[in-house]
């Protein structure tokens, strides 16, 4: 079992920046590939972006790619999402979740999840 909790989401202006930090728990965390995923009232969950378990390789949905970067840090078992130059359009639910594997761009390819943290982007 993962245990993994969010943190960093809130209020910004478009244009600017925020920084989401997602917590892990309870395994080894640097065995674990970890998924972000958004979801805005009324629509599906999205794919965000993804940062493998072997070699930190990322990859990122198109409508985040060269504004948002994922990192991870093994030894405080956190994994980041910084957010820069904001858009409305990026105000959701951003969740992190955990996979055993290499993950992937479906929500199905993991395993476990944290319980969100709210992103608002005033425009």
């Known amino acids: 079992q993962v245990q993994l909790v969010e943190s960093g989401g809130g209020l910004v202006q478009a244009g600017g920046s925020l920084r989401l930090s997602c917590a892990a728990s309870g395994q080894t965390f640097s065995r674990y590939s970890m998924g972000w995923f958004r979801q805005a009232p009324g629509k599906e969950r999205e794919f965000v972006g993804r940062i493998m378990k072997s070699f930190g390789i990322t990859d990122y949905a198109d409508s985040v790619k060269g504004r948002f970067t994922i990192s991870r840090d093994n030894a405080k078992n956190t994994v980041f999402l910084q957010m820069n130059n904001l858009k409305p359009e990026d105000t959701a639910v951003y969740y992190c979740?955990?996979?055993?594997?290499?993950?992937?761009?479906?929500?199905?390819?993991?395993?476990?999840w944290g319980q969100g943290t709210q992103v608002i982007v005033s425009s």
């Open positions: 979740a955990a996979d055993p594997g290499y993950g992937g761009s479906t929500a199905t390819s993991y395993n476990y």
